[in-house]
């Protein structure tokens, strides 16, 4: 899909903005059974849209095609849980932070697997293609020397549906993601959370944000409009409809 979004004011009232988003990474972005694009991220989009009296629409691809569409100006931004790393930053530019993401390993219950890499060796580990899970266990955790093998998808539903057969031993994906599966699938099939969060903020980052090109003053306008979001109560509103818990990050 073909994406604007127009922000209002006296200099920038034509301006045309396309979002790069995903369709597949359930509760923020997914099509629903009329093929619609929904999802807490989309929503807040649209709220962040209409309170700067913006116009949107979005362009939806696979994870790792996101940034180096950015960067051929193919789209003007990415809002799609992109965490905020160094790496990252190198060629883009961040929002201040939207959302908090914690990263935790799902696995079968009772199957011993925990945040310890020893518990992973001879194991293999799904992870979502270009994601920072996938940059984590290839720079941290290489297979040489811990045993653990890989494997990498476009997208998230067959991550769960190996999980489930057993095709992989693992899933490793951020907390928010991981609580819609169990909800909905994984808690009755026998899957939780495995271990321990994992804290590391030089390959996760703090948490997620909006990712434009180096230097563009896109980045101001939408810091704005995600403190707007933040403090109205819409980000809280959308929040408690999926998850039990805050992901919000504290204010400056």
């Not at 100006?73 to 790496?87: F, G, H, N, P, R």
């Not at 991550?159 to 808690?187: C, N, P, S, Y």
Request: net charge positive.
């Amino acid at each position: 899909m073909a994406g604007v979004l127009s922000f209002a004011g006296a200099v920038h009232a034509e301006d045309v903005v396309r979002i790069g988003t995903l369709s597949d990474y359930a509760p923020f972005e997914y099509r629903d059974a009329k093929g619609e694009l929904k999802g807490m991220e989309i929503e807040l989009g649209k709220l962040m849209c209409k309170h700067i009296q913006a116009k949107c629409e979005y362009v939806t691809m696979d994870f790792d095609a996101l940034i180096p569409a950015l960067k051929a100006k193919k789209i003007d931004a990415v809002l799609a849980q992109m965490s905020i790393t160094d790496e990252r930053k190198k060629v883009v530019d961040f929002t201040d932070l939207f959302t908090l993401a914690p990263v935790q390993y799902v696995a079968k219950a009772g199957s011993g697997i925990t945040e310890d890499p020893a518990t992973l060796r001879g194991k293999t580990v799904g992870i979502y293609s270009g994601s920072s899970h996938e940059t984590y266990l290839k720079k941290r955790l290489p297979k040489s020397q811990s045993g653990i093998a890989i494997k990498a998808y476009p997208s998230q539903d067959p991550i769960w549906l190996d999980l489930e057969a057993g095709r992989v031993q693992a899933a490793l994906t951020d907390t928010t993601v991981a609580h819609e599966w169990l909800e909905k699938t994984g808690k009755a099939k026998g899957f939780a959370l495995a271990g321990k969060p994992l804290n590391d903020v030089a390959m996760f980052g703090e948490g997620t944000g909006i990712a434009v090109r180096k230097g563009d003053p896109l980045r101001a306008r939408l810091n704005t409009a995600i403190k707007q979001v933040l403090t109205d109560g819409s980000f809280a509103a959308e929040n408690q409809k999926v998850f039990p818990f805050s992901i919000a990050p504290a204010l400056k």
